[in-house]
Nanobody, 119 residues
């Protein structure tokens, strides 16, 4: 069974930093499977939006304009883990952050981790 588990959320003052982690588990990851990954977020009353994504192997990453220069997505395939380093956080970064991955024809989501940025 494939599963993605996020952690690292919390409450932080504006200007602070957090690092989110998304750990993938399941027997499929014993076979060097290729899996692009993304981080999404959903603020209260808003639609879920793409924050950043990264190709398998980490060769390329893209970012939403709102987080460019502040957030960095990375991965450690030996640990089946994708990270989101978030710096200079703003109140508008508040929301639930979700890990997303696509393997073959299937799409997977984690349960989400709450990020709250206070003034």
């Amino acid at each position: 069974q494939v599963q993605f588990t996020e952690s690292g959320g919390g409450s932080v003052q504006a200007g602070g930093s957090l690092r989110l982690s998304c750990v993938a588990s399941g027997a499929i990851f014993n076979h060097n499977v290729y899996w692009p990954a993304s981080w999404y977020r959903q603020a209260p009353g808003k639609q879920r939006e793409l924050v950043a994504d990264i190709l398998g192997g980490g060769s390329s990453a893209t970012y939403a304009d709102s987080v460019k220069g502040r957030f960095t997505i990375s991965r450690d395939d030996a640990k089946n883990t994708v990270y989101l380093q978030m710096n200079t956080l703003k109140p508008e970064d508040t929301g639930i952050y979700y890990c997303n991955a696509k393997i073959a024809t299937r799409e997977y989501w984690g349960q989400g981790t709450q990020v709250t940025v206070t003034t």
